[in-house]
């Protein structure tokens, strides 16, 4: 069951729309899942199908209430179009009027009676779990956008930091070029390899607005007219490597008994069950019980007046069985089983489609760990390996193209250290997506 927490300081609406007026405060991940829970357009018209359920409820049940209806008529007629009867000092009124209220209960029919509590309670789960399904989709399309965020921040950190080193390499070597200790060469090689890097810095920027621009669409914001290109969308949090402990046959049961997914089609499933409930009770008889009481103007009591009326009640019961319906109830019949058959198998594929799911998120997760873990010491060395050259090529046992290439393992290194981070954090969402966990918690 997914819990909606609620955050302070919620954007206000605009007057009228749903569009969500802007917030510039950061934002840590929580704040984003909590905001998104208000906020995502998703999510906004999944409670309003699950508010419209709660109307197909009603009606599902209706047909075993009682039903409680009142009518009545009144007709003028022309006097000479009455035919009245042959004696003397007496005619039919030209003015006639009734009035009546009933009430109808059902006693029996042929099972839909129960079948139409037990369709609301299912008709219910489902619509709660289809709501749980969009609910927890967008939570973590959510979270992995705002993971898109804290890695195009630390990718334009790593490659300014780079532009930096081969901005301090040309200058070096400009610096020795006009003290005549390099040749015009070694001067050219560091200039290309700076502007080798800086379309990674501009790449790293774009990506940067256009994972802001996707998170503030999943946070339902909208933006300023005056904000053009660079949302001003900060973040809080940072990208971690926090562990997730969890072995494949827990995370498949896990998924099996806890996806929204597979309680929908279940509840679909006993629907369908319910409906061939309904079908087959064509073939059985039906019986009401009603009441009522009921008015009308006097016919030939006299005075015959249109003030004059005759009222009392009414009471009895009533019995309806279709000996036969031109094989009607044989072809609802035969449609009902058929439907009921094939939402088991839709069923059964899900639970294998989700297994699958689980087993291919557990696999990315372990692999994206691996690597993460695979990382732990490689900026550090590449770091210690960039100091090596740089020494050996002011002592001139070294080339510049080893500095150039330590410069490059090491924007390398920093680069795949924090993709390796991303993909961690994304991957353990997907996971935990995929077992039915609640995607409102941060582990």
Same mark, same amino acid.
């Given at each position: 069951?997914?819990?909606?927490?609620?955050?302070?300081?919620?954007?206000?609406?605009?007057?009228?729309?749903?569009?969500?007026?802007?917030?510039?405060?950061?934002?840590?991940?929580?704040?984003? /899942?909590?905001?998104?829970?208000?906020?995502?357009?998703?999510?906004?018209?999944?409670?309003?199908?699950?508010?419209?359920?709660?109307?197909?409820?009603?009606?599902?049940?209706?047909?075993?209430?009682?039903?409680?209806?009142?009518?009545?008529?009144?007709?003028?007629?022309?006097?000479?179009?009455?035919?009245?009867?042959?004696?003397?000092?007496?005619?039919?009124?030209?003015?006639?009027?009734?009035?009546?209220? #009933?009430?109808?209960?059902?006693?029996?029919?042929?099972?839909?009676? !129960? &079948?139409?509590?037990?369709?609301?309670?299912?008709?219910?789960?489902?619509? !709660?779990?289809?709501?749980?399904?969009?609910?927890?989709?967008?939570? +973590?399309?959510?979270?992995?956008?705002?993971?898109?965020?804290?890695?195009?921040?630390?990718?334009?950190?790593?490659?300014?930091?780079?532009?930096?080193? +081969?901005?301090?390499?040309?200058?070096?070597? #400009?610096?020795?070029?006009?003290?005549?200790?390099?040749?015009?060469?070694?001067? /050219?090689?560091?200039?290309?390899?700076?502007?080798? *890097?800086?379309?990674?810095?501009?790449?790293?920027?774009?990506?940067?607005?256009?994972?802001?621009?996707? /998170?503030?669409?999943?946070?339902?914001?909208?933006?300023?007219?005056?904000?053009?290109?660079?949302?001003?969308?900060?973040?809080?949090?940072?990208? $971690?490597?926090?562990?997730?402990?969890?072995?494949?046959? $827990?995370?498949?049961? *896990?998924?099996?008994?806890?996806?929204?997914?597979?309680?929908? /089609?279940?509840?679909?499933?006993?629907?369908?069950?319910?409906? !061939?409930?309904?079908?087959?009770?064509?073939?059985?008889?039906?019986?009401?019980?009603?009441?009522?009481?009921?008015?009308?103007?006097?016919?030939?009591?006299?005075?015959?007046?249109?003030?004059?009326?005759?009222?009392?009640?009414?009471?009895?019961?009533?019995? #309806?069985?279709?000996?036969? $319906?031109?094989? +009607?109830?044989?072809?609802? !019949?035969?449609?009902?089983?058929?439907?009921?058959?094939?939402?088991?198998?839709?069923? &059964?594929?899900?639970?294998?489609?989700?297994?699958?799911?689980?087993?291919?998120?557990?696999?990315?997760?372990? $692999?994206?760990? *691996?690597?993460?873990?695979?990382?732990?010491?490689?900026?550090?060395?590449? *770091?210690?390996?960039?100091?090596?050259?740089?020494?050996?090529?002011?002592?001139?046992?070294?080339?510049?193209?080893?500095?150039?290439?330590?410069?490059?393992?090491?924007? #390398?290194?920093?680069?795949?250290?924090?993709?390796?981070?991303?993909?961690?954090? &994304?991957?353990?969402?997907?996971?935990?997506?995929?077992?039915?966990?609640?995607?409102?918690?941060?582990?």
């Amino acid at each position: 069951m997914f819990c909606f927490a609620v955050v302070e300081n919620v954007p206000a609406q605009n007057a009228g729309t749903n569009s969500v007026l802007w917030n510039p405060r950061p934002l840590t991940l929580v704040d984003a /899942l909590n905001l998104a829970l208000q906020q995502n357009p998703a999510i906004m018209e999944a409670r309003n199908d699950l508010e419209a359920s709660h109307g197909i409820v009603i009606q599902t049940r209706a047909v075993a209430l009682p039903q409680v209806t009142a009518g009545g008529d009144y007709k003028d007629t022309d006097p000479s179009a009455i035919e009245n009867f042959p004696l003397a000092g007496f005619s039919q009124p030209h003015e006639n009027w009734n009035a009546n209220v #009933q009430i109808v209960q059902s006693i029996y029919e042929g099972g839909k009676l !129960v &079948a139409a509590f037990q369709a609301a309670g299912a008709t219910k789960r489902q619509a !709660v779990a289809q709501f749980q399904t969009v609910v927890a989709d967008a939570l +973590l399309d959510t979270r992995v956008a705002y993971y898109d965020v804290l890695l195009a921040v630390q990718q334009i950190t790593v490659h300014e930091a780079s532009v930096n080193l +081969l901005q301090k390499e040309l200058a070096d070597q #400009q610096s020795r070029y006009r003290a005549g200790t390099v040749p015009k060469f070694n001067v /050219l090689q560091a200039d290309v390899a700076l502007a080798n *890097e800086r379309p990674n810095l501009i790449q790293s920027r774009n990506n940067y607005r256009i994972a802001k621009n996707n /998170l503030s669409n999943l946070l339902g914001y909208n933006v300023p007219g005056d904000i053009w290109e660079d949302i001003p969308l900060q973040l809080s949090d940072t990208l $971690d490597a926090k562990p997730f402990d969890v072995n494949l046959p $827990d995370a498949i049961q *896990e998924a099996l008994s806890q996806r929204s997914e597979l309680t929908a /089609l279940r509840e679909g499933e006993e629907l369908d069950r319910l409906n !061939v409930v309904n079908a087959k009770s064509g073939y059985k008889p039906t019986l009401q019980l009603f009441a009522g009481y009921g008015w009308f103007n006097a016919q030939f009591t006299p005075p015959v007046t249109l003030d004059h009326d005759i009222n009392g009640w009414n009471a009895g019961a009533q019995m #309806q069985w279709d000996i036969f $319906d031109g094989l +009607l109830t044989r072809g609802k !019949v035969v449609q009902a089983r058929a439907l009921y058959e094939k939402s088991q198998t839709t069923l &059964a594929d899900e639970s294998r489609e989700i297994e699958l799911e689980v087993r291919t998120a557990y696999s990315d997760f372990i $692999d994206a760990k *691996e690597i993460l873990d695979s990382q732990q010491e490689v900026q550090a060395e590449a *770091e210690e390996a960039l100091r090596e050259a740089r020494a050996r090529s002011e002592a001139g046992t070294g080339t510049q193209l080893d500095v150039l290439n330590a410069e490059t393992a090491l924007t #390398q290194a920093r680069t795949t250290q924090v993709q390796a981070l991303h993909d961690y954090d &994304a991957a353990r969402a997907r996971l935990e997506r995929a077992m039915g966990g609640n995607m409102t918690v941060v582990q």
